[in-house]
C-alpha cells in the first residue's frame, strides 16, 4: 500500500488529509501529516478569553457563493458542523453595509438600485454610468492584465483607484497595480474575454447545475440567504473539528512539531521527505506550506521549480484586535477599507461586534470589538531595517485609527497583536503562467508531488479545501 505525505497542517493540509482517508482508502495505505509547530491550524486562529470574547488573527468569515463556497459547505455538512454555524444573514447589515475611508470621511458603498443610480461619495458619477460605459469599451486581447489596469480599461480609473484598490487591500493586503487578474478574478477576466464585456456577461452568467444544490446545507443557506458564515466557537473550530475527524482515523499519523528540512526524489518514483527524526519513502507528497518553503525543500536537481516557487512573493500583516468598553460604533457594517492613496499601512477596519455579536464578551457591560488590519503590500512602513515596529508602537498606530476614522476616543479595554510574516500570497501578473510551466516541469520528471496551499490557486479558505479536493482527486 501507499504512503501519502501531507505537508503543512493548515487548512489545507488538514483538508487534504481528511479527503484522503475518505476517498483514497483503497490506493493509500498511510497519511502523514508533518506540520512545523505545535498546533495545527496554520493561519486559521481564534482566541477565546474566559469571558467568551473571541478575537480572530487570520481568517474570520466564510462565502457560500460560488463552487469553493458549495464544497465547504458539503465538507461542514460532512463534518457534521452545522448545527455550529453562525451564519450573517444577507438582511443584516454587515452584510449589506461596507464602507470606504476616503479624504478623511467614511463613505457607504451603494447596496441598492438608488445607490448605483445616483451620485455618491467618494466617486464624482454614478456607478451606473460608470458600467454603462462598460458595455461599449473594446475588448482587449491581453493575456494577463493587473486588476488596476483591467478596471481602469473596462470602467474607470476613479473606480479602479478607489473601489478596486480598496477591495485588493480587503482581500488580499496587495496592491492592485501588481496583482494578476488572470489569476485573483479568473471568471470576470474571462467574461471579457467570452461576451467582450463583464456587464453583459455577468447578464448571461450560465447557472449553477441543479445536482450542486441539492446537498442539504446548501438548500439550507440559500433558503435563509446567508451571506457569510462563521462558528460559534470561531472559525478555528473548522480547524479543529478537521484535526479530531482525522486523528480518529487509523491511517492517519498527525506528527507536530515536525518540520521538513528537505525532499529527494528516488530512482523508484518515490520522494523521500525528511525531518529532523525521521527519512520518510512517500509515493506521493501534497505540500501546502507557501512556496518558497517548498522552493527551499528542494535539491539543485529541480533548481527550475524551485525558481518558479521563489517567483512567487507574499505579503506580511498586522492584525490588531481591539475591544472597547460601551457600543461604540458609529454605523453598523462589515467595516470599512482605505484605498492606498489614504492611508498606507493602515488596510481597514472589520467591526467585529456588527458581524458575530455572540463572538462578544458575556459580560453585563456591552462592548465593541475591531479588527485593524495593517501592512500588506505596505508593512515596509511597519519596519525598520526589516524588523517589525514594536508591538505597542503598531498597536498604537492601530488605534489612532479607530479614533480617526471612527471618532472612538477611548482607550481599548484589551488588545492582542499578531505579526504574520509572509501570509497573504501575491498572484502577480503572470502568475498563471509560472504555475503551468511549474504543473508541465513535475508531470515531465514524474515528481508525485502536488502543490496545494493558498500560493496557487486562491488565497480564500474556501479555495484551499477545495484545491486540496482536487488533488487527492487526482491521486484517486
Ligand atoms: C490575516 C488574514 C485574514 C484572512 N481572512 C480570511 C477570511 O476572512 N476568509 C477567507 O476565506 N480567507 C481569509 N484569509 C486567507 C486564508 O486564511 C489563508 O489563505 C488560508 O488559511 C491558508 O491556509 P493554508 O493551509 O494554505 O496555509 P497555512 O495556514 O499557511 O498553513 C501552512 C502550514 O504549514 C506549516 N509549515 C510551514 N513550513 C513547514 C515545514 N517546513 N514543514 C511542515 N510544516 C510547515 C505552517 O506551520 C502552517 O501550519 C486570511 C488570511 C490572513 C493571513
Redesign the pocket.
Known amino acids: 500500500m501507499s504512503t501519502a505525505v501531507v505537508?503543512?497542517?493548515?487548512?489545507?493540509?488538514?483538508s487534504a488529509a481528511y479527503y484522503l482517508q475518505k476517498h483514497a482508502g483503497e490506493k493509500i495505505g498511510k497519511i502523514i501529516l508533518?506540520?512545523?509547530?505545535k498546533?495545527?491550524?496554520?493561519?486559521?486562529k481564534s482566541t477565546r478569553h474566559a469571558d467568551g470574547a473571541i478575537y480572530?488573527?487570520?481568517?474570520?468569515?466564510?462565502?457560500i457563493v460560488g463552487k469553493p463556497g458549495r464544497n465547504a459547505l458539503n465538507l461542514i455538512e460532512d463534518l457534521n458542523l452545522e448545527n455550529e454555524i453562525l451564519p450573517l444573514t444577507s438582511n443584516n447589515a454587515a452584510a449589506k453595509n461596507r464602507y470606504l475611508y476616503v479624504n478623511g470621511v467614511l463613505c457607504a458603498l451603494p447596496n441598492n438600485l438608488m445607490g448605483v443610480l445616483r451620485r455618491q461619495d467618494p466617486f464624482s458619477r454614478a456607478l451606473l454610468w460608470q458600467f454603462a460605459g462598460e458595455l461599449f469599451k473594446t475588448r482587449s486581447d491581453l493575456e494577463d492584465d493587473s486588476i488596476h489596469n483591467f478596471f481602469s480599461r473596462r470602467v474607470s480609473k476613479e473606480f479602479a483607484d478607489i473601489a478596486v484598490d480598496s477591495m485588493c487591500r480587503g482581500i488580499f493586503?496587495g496592491d492592485c497595480r501588481n496583482l494578476s487578474m488572470k489569476a485573483c478574478f479568473k471568471d470576470i477576466f474571462n467574461l471579457e474575454k467570452t461576451h467582450g464585456s463583464i456587464v453583459l456577461g455577468l447578464l448571461r452568467y450560465p447557472k449553477v447545475p441543479a445536482d450542486e444544490l441539492k446537498p442539504k446545507l446548501i438548500q439550507k443557506a440559500r433558503s435563509e440567504k446567508w451571506a457569510s458564515y462563521s462558528f460559534k466557537s470561531g472559525?478555528q473550530q473548522l480547524s479543529d473539528t478537521l484535526l479530531d475527524a482525522i486523528s480518529n482515523h487509523k491511517m492517519v499519523d498527525i506528527r507536530l512539531s515536525?518540520?521538513?528540512?528537505k525532499m529527494d526524489l528516488k530512482d523508484n518514483g518515490r520522494m523521500s521527505v525528511i525531518?529532523d527524526e525521521d527519512e520518510i519513502q512517500a509515493d506521493y507528497v501534497l505540500s501546502?506550506?507557501?512556496s518558497k518553503?517548498l522552493a527551499?525543500?528542494l535539491n539543485s536537481d529541480n533548481n527550475y521549480l524551485k525558481s518558479h516557487l521563489n517567483a512567487i512573493s507574499a505579503v506580511s500583516?498586522a492584525?490588531v484586535n481591539l475591544e472597547y468598553e460601551g457600543n461604540l460604533l458609529p454605523v453598523q457594517a462589515f467595516g470599512h477599507l482605505t484605498p492606498s492613496s489614504e492611508s498606507g499601512p493602515i488596510l481597514g477596519i472589520i467591526y467585529d461586534s456588527c458581524l458575530f455579536p455572540s463572538h462578544d464578551s458575556n459580560e453585563k457591560i456591552p462592548t465593541t470589538r475591531l479588527t485593524v488590519?495593517l501592512g500588506g503590500s505596505w508593512s515596509e512602513q511597519l519596519k525598520t531595517n526589516g524588523s517589525w515596529m514594536s508591538e505597542a508602537d503598531i498597536t498604537n498606530m492601530a488605534t489612532k485609527a479607530v479614533r480617526d476614522h471612527l471618532k472612538i476616543s477611548n482607550e481599548p479595554i484589551r488588545s492582542k497583536i499578531?505579526l504574520?510574516d509572509d501570509?497573504?500570497?501575491q498572484y502577480q501578473v503572470g502568475h498563471a503562467n509560472i504555475l503551468s510551466r511549474m504543473e508541465k516541469f513535475i508531470e515531465d520528471k514524474h515528481l508525485p508531488l502536488y502543490l496545494?496551499?493558498?500560493?496557487y490557486r486562491g488565497?480564500?479558505?474556501?479555495?484551499?479545501i477545495l484545491n486540496s479536493k482536487l488533488a487527492v482527486e487526482k491521486i484517486v
Not at 505537508?7 to 488538514?14: A, D, F, Q, T
Not at 496545494?452 to 500560493?455: A, T
Open positions: 505537508i503543512g497542517g493548515g487548512i489545507s493540509g488538514l508533518l506540520e512545523s509547530s498546533r495545527v491550524g496554520g493561519w486559521m480572530e488573527s487570520g481568517p474570520r468569515s466564510l462565502r493586503a472559525l515536525s518540520p521538513v528540512q525531518t501546502s506550506v507557501y518553503n527551499a525543500m500583516c492584525v488590519m499578531s504574520l501570509c497573504i500570497p496545494i496551499g493558498s500560493s488565497v480564500s479558505v474556501n479555495d484551499c
